[in-house]
């Protein structure tokens, strides 16, 4: 089975800046493409960022110059750096990945991690 474990969410000031981490484990052959999600109370999960297998990323427009995602596949893991928080960026965020084993892929959701940007 694979496990997504994600790391470094906080409270932080407005302005601030946050590292979060994902690292898969389990038996598997290989990770395609990996993102960052988030959830904020009474709104529908949302793509934040996206990186493929081969470095191609892509970012919702409101993160746009703020954040930037990154992996590294020696590790099985994918990061999300944030910078200027804003209370808006407040939700859970989660990590997700499309896995290979040998016999096919799936779709695999992390716990989530809590971010909370004061005013």
């Known amino acids: 089975q694979v496990q997504l474990v994600e790391s470094g969410g906080r409270l932080v000031q407005a302005g601030g800046s946050l590292r979060l981490s994902c690292a898969a484990s389990?038996?598997?052959?290989?990770?395609?493409?990996m993102g960052w999600y988030r959830q904020a109370p009474g709104k529908q999960r949302e793509l934040v960022a996206f990186?493929?297998?081969?470095?191609?990323?892509n970012y919702a427009d409101s993160v746009k110059g703020r954040f930037t995602i990154s992996r590294d596949n020696a590790k099985n893991t994918v990061y999300l750096e944030m910078k200027s928080l804003k209370p808006e960026d407040t939700a859970v965020y989660y990590c997700?990945?499309?896995?290979?084993?040998?016999?096919?892929?799936?779709?695999?959701w992390g716990q989530g991690t809590q971010v909370t940007v004061s005013s």
């Open positions: 389990g038996s598997f052959f290989s990770i395609n493409g």
């Open positions: 997700n990945a499309n896995v290979r084993s040998i016999a096919n892929s799936a779709f695999y």
């Open positions: 990186i493929t297998s081969g470095g191609t990323t």
